[in-house]
């Protein structure tokens, strides 16, 4: 599974980690929206994508859900490949991309934005990168389902990132 990935602080990946590979273009899938998630961890616990792998799989899943896993230092961090439909938010895994943040709960288990300042450097390059590539929306899971995933206001935030992207 791929880790490479982009470091707010140090951009030298050897591949980045966003642009679409040969194995995500040689089986292509429409992708219409990106939904973002939170792990629903509590603040501060790290996470792996072979954590999220093992925890998913537990689930009866092929492999990790989401296609992509920002880490609390904001790493941004390859999971599914592109190519493949998520499994991440029912209804809506065939023509999406799945991204994640690890975190969503506060120390007593409530849900919290607790994105760290480098998640959220992380969060919108990410962003910003896939609606240049897929030209859609970003949502959150809780914008198709009752939840409160990922914890925060993403059209407050991100909004206008479609405009501002496509330059309309
Ligand atoms: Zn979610």
Known sequence: METVLIHP???????????????????????????????????????????????????????????????IDGTICRGRAISQPGAHCRGHNAHSVGVAYVGGLDADGQPCDTRTPDQRVALLQLLTKLTKIYHCHVHGHRDYAAKDCPCFDVHNEYDGLYRQVMKI
């Open 9 to 71: 602080g140090h951009q030298t990946a050897q591949t980045d980690p966003v642009e679409p590979t040969p194995s995500d273009t040689s089986m292509p899938r429409y992708i219409n929206d990106i939904i973002v998630h939170c792990t629903a961890t509590k603040a501060g616990k790290e996470l792996t994508v072979a954590d999220i792998d093992r925890m998913h799989k537990a689930r009866g899943w092929k492999k990790i859900g989401y296609h992509y896993l920002i880490l």
